[in-house]
């Protein structure tokens, strides 16, 4: 299934959020969460631990979560370094963001960024999406 949606202007290499939306919180959405990477596949802690993260994040702006970097914000992953394939929903202008939840471990959430909706990709609490430099 693949989402429309305008084309985003490119800076410089980077994908430009819609207008107004860097104002705006996260949203989140799991529909795109792919197999074995799923809110169902988590245990209780691991679905408290997801669902933490999401309440802090809804408190911020995207513009500051993508200034605080990956300690506490959004990285950007290269698809170069990615262990799993990325689906067809996601477009090839589509930067992959990297949140974390657990702020001393692997734990993550993985997806691309639509306004100011993150379409959740990889819910990954063993770190295996990707290596994760320490």
């Known amino acids: 299934m693949t989402i429309h949606r305008p084309k985003p202007k490119r800076v410089v290499g980077i994908v ?3 207008p107004g939306t860097d104002d705006e919180p996260p949203a989140f959405c799991f529909k795109h969460a792919c197999r074995g990477f799923q ?3 988590l245990n ?3 679905k408290a631990q997801v669902l933490d993260t999401i309440h802090r994040l809804t408190e911020l702006p995207w513009g500051r979560l993508r200034t605080m970097g990956k300690h506490g ?11 799993q394939t990325v689906p067809e929903c996601v477009a090839d202008e589509d930067d992959i963001l990297s ?8 734990f993550r959430l993985l ?7 993150l379409h959740v990709i990889w819910i990954d609490p063993g ?4 290596p994760h430099g320490r």
């Open 39 to 41: 809110i169902t596949d």
């Open 111 to 117: 997806g691309f960024r639509s306004q100011r909706i």
């Open 99 to 106: 949140i974390r939840v657990e702020q001393d471990d692997v």
């Open 16 to 18: 430009s959020p819609a």
């Open 73 to 83: 914000g959004t990285e950007v992953i290269p698809r170069y370094r990615l262990r």
């Open 127 to 130: 770190g295996v999406c990707y």
């Open 44 to 46: 209780p802690s691991g």
